[in-house]
């Protein structure tokens, strides 16, 4: 408060001082003009505290003027127009030059302030991006950001995944940080904004009300702003910690993140290690058997016909275990998260490839084709998909009646391709057109109740759809991949 | 395994001898010098890969190698490295039986230097650059030519999709999959042959294509 009103009291102390030496002069000499002492005056006050002083120092020596040497003295009244004129001409160059002199002030000291600011700022900057740990560099910015005027406390709150961590800037209260999340979550600042290059205080809630919240890219400030009047070079220094702490929290988020992504890779790489020794510790031994049993079906081996149709049938066992540990496998393959390789690819060729492993099963079959020649090509991993046109395919066959049909069939839209597998047999109870999909679950007693459950996570991998439905025909099952980016033709 | 693969080909009048690791089947391979050589990928020691290395500036024998999951990367890369072709574990005895016949049958090809490749209705004139398919010329562009040049000339053992872009395009070409997969959607066009159930240009998932041998079932 006293330094507010000093400069005013300096002001009216001045020009009363003034007064005293222009009197003390006219006393002894005859000289004119001596009122331009005010304008020296005048001149000073507004070069040191700007026009305010100025001007009061301006109305202060036009009244005492006016009091003590325009006639009639001793009265604030004027004889003739001459006087009226002199007191008038004091009263402007007063004005005008308290106006000048504190207009340079403010130039001068708004460039003073935002050098220092610049300087305070590159400092800062520099430390912190020097700094090798984030969270010391927030540390000594929530310091600096405390030295301002006003602001009572800055601290720093960084959102990794969902959680509010506090980072810098002292303890936040649970409360606080629920607050934060909040803040972050909605994207709203409470309490405070920061527009034109400045923090500026919103004071839609009590003084007594907790801190404000600023949501940021990565994390939330927490701040605590105590004035009534803040100084506005306080604020844009303020708004420019902000936005290094932005920065900074910016960072220290995507270090974290590929910290993160190299922790995913190696449990993915270990996920794909175990299920390839899995695979081989099952696979060998059904390989042994099947290798044994399908030696002795030959007729060089000297068996009896009954004991070769023994032996097929349990060679037919065996394939149908390494059919379940294949499966298995696959499943856990597609649930581990495992990546796709992706390729443009045309779905006639996927088609052709199914067909032509299921040959031997097909053979009595009749499979119709309604695959466009000029469909575009489709971007999905080969095997995966090929394994839901198998799945599918053996699907259609199983429940195809005798002599029945099989239809492929394909048509694309804007960004996808939706394709079909129907077959004529019986059709699938209403309740079930879901269940089909889920793990373990079969209409057939032979079935692994795999197929359809690899299929739908295959697609589903793919960003597409899998459902199945009854048509007049027979069941149909319609599943949606993606369309590959490249152009059809080069 | 090994007992009964060794059982199973010997009853379809193969003789057979069974060595344990890479380094004994490099030596076995130059002492006794088989027609067929069948290699496991998962071999103790001196792994597959580098018994393939081995082996192929030794021998000229025919090279299956056998892998323990359909869609792992080994058998391409084995392809790649000089072998003639592969067999998913687990294999029935008529299977691989069928696999060494067929390579068997194509060193038999290679030996006669026939200038024309047959297989169904589709002849291959090496000699005359021509294609046809029945009675019909087929017109392809140089690079469907040379594709298919290719795949005739290793008609029968699948070919990656690497070692075509390397054949076709040549040593260094930068390419991917699509390259190869376009251009057999325009020979297949041509030669009248179906994507979806094709009879000469057949799929290998994961691999390349194989285009069918005048004595494969398919």
Redesign the interface.
């Known amino acids: 408060m006293m330094r507010r009103f000093a400069p005013y009291a300096v002001a009216i102390a001045g020009a009363v001082a003034v007064t005293a030496a222009i009197g003390l002069v006219s006393s002894r000499f005859e000289v004119p003009g001596l009122s331009a002492f005010y304008l020296l005056l005048v001149l000073w006050l507004g070069a040191t505290w700007g026009r305010g002083p100025a001007v009061a120092g301006s109305i202060a020596a036009f009244l005492l003027y006016d009091f003590y040497f325009v006639p009639p003295v001793g009265t604030f009244t004027v004889r003739g127009p001459s006087e009226l004129l002199e007191l008038i001409v004091l009263l402007a160059v007063a004005l005008v030059t308290g106006q000048l002199a504190g207009s340079l002030r403010r130039t001068q000291s708004a460039a003073e302030a935002l050098a220092a600011d610049e300087r305070a700022m590159y400092e800062l900057a520099t430390a912190a991006l020097r700094s090798p740990e984030v969270t010391a560099a927030l540390s000594l910015l929530s310091e600096r950001a405390v030295l301002l005027d006003g602001v009572r406390r800055f601290a720093l709150v960084a959102m990794d995944f969902g959680n509010a961590v506090p980072l810098a800037g002292g303890e936040v209260s649970p409360d606080e940080l629920r607050q934060a999340k909040w803040a972050y979550e909605n994207r709203r600042a409470i309490g405070v904004a920061v527009s034109d290059g400045a923090v500026k205080l919103l004071r839609t809630q009590p003084e007594a009300a907790g801190p404000a919240y600023l949501p940021l890219a990565s994390g939330v400030a927490v701040m605590k702003i105590e004035d009534d009047h803040p100084d506005p070079a306080d604020l844009r220094m303020l708004a420019a910690l902000v936005g290094l702490a932005d920065l900074l929290l910016d960072r220290r988020r995507a270090a974290l993140e590929a910290e993160r992504a190299r922790g995913f890779e190696a449990s993915d790489r270990l996920k794909a290690a175990i299920l390839?020794s899995l695979?081989?510790e099952l696979?060998?031994p059904?390989?042994?058997?099947?290798?044994?049993l399908?030696?002795?079906?030959?007729?060089?081996?000297g068996l009896q016909p009954e004991q070769r149709d023994l032996l097929r049938d349990l060679?037919g066992q065996?394939?149908r275990l390494?059919r379940l540990v294949?499966d298995m496998l696959a499943l856990s393959r597609l649930e581990a998260g495992l990546e796709l390789e992706r390729?443009?690819?045309?779905f006639?060729?996927l088609?052709?490839?199914a067909?032509?492993?299921l040959?031997p099963d097909l053979k009595d079959r009749d499979v119709t084709?309604e695959?466009d020649?000029d469909l575009p090509?489709v971007e999905v991993d080969?095997?995966q998909v090929?394994r839901v046109l198998t799945n599918l395919i053996e699907n259609a066959n199983e429940w195809a009646p005798a002599g029945g049909k099989i239809a492929?069939g394909a048509s694309a839209s804007e960004d996808r391709l939706t394709a079909w597998v129907e077959n004529d047999g019986p059709a699938i109870a209403p309740t079930d057109l879901d269940r089909v999909f889920e793990t373990f679950w079969t209409r057939r007693a032979r079935g692994s109740g795999l197929g359809l459950a690899i299929a739908k996570r295959v697609v589903e991998a793919h960003g597409g759809t899998i459902r199945a439905e009854n048509r007049r025909r027979g069941p149909r099952f319609t599943f949606t991949l993606p369309l590959a980016r490249?152009a059809a033709s080069? | 395994?090994q007992?009964?693969?060794r059982?199973?080909?010997r009853?379809?009048?193969f003789e057979v001898h069974a060595v344990g690791t890479g380094e004994d089947a490099v030596r076995e391979a130059a002492a006794w010098r088989p027609d067929v050589i069948l290699l496991d990928l998962?071999l103790p020691g001196m792994d597959g890969f580098a018994t393939l290395r081995a082996l192929r500036p030794t021998t000229r024998a025919g090279v299956i190698v056998v892998s323990?999951?359909?869609?792992?990367k080994d058998k391409v890369r084995a392809l790649d490295a000089g072998a003639d072709d592969y067999v998913v574990?687990?294999?029935?005895?008529?299977e691989l039986v069928a696999r060494i016949r067929a390579v068997l049958r194509r060193q038999g090809d290679v030996s006669a230097g026939e200038p024309v490749i047959r297989t169904g209705d589709l002849e291959i004139d090496l000699a005359h650059r021509s294609v046809t398919v029945g009675d019909r010329a087929v017109k392809l562009t140089p690079t469907e030519y040379e594709l298919l040049r290719y795949l005739a000339l290793h008609a029968g053992k699948p070919v990656t999709h690497t070692t075509l872009l390397r054949q076709v395009w040549g040593e260094y070409a930068v390419g991917?999959?699509?390259n190869t997969?376009?251009v057999v959607?325009q020979i297949r066009?041509k030669l009248g042959d179906?994507?979806?159930?094709?009879r000469y240009i057949?799929?290998e998932?994961?691999v390349g294509y194989r285009l069918t041998a005048p004595g494969d079932s398919?």
């Open positions: 390839s695979s081989h696979k060998s059904i390989a042994s058997l099947r290798a044994g399908t030696a002795l079906t030959a007729p060089q081996a060679d065996a394939s390494d294949g390729e443009p690819i045309r006639a060729d088609v052709g490839t067909l032509h492993q040959r084709l695959i020649d090509p080969e095997l090929g492929v490249v080069h | 395994m007992r009964a693969l059982a199973g080909l009853y379809h009048d998962g323990v999951m359909p869609g792992e574990k687990p294999f029935g005895t008529d991917d999959k699509y997969r376009y959607g066009k179906d994507p979806a159930n094709p057949v799929n998932p994961g398919g």
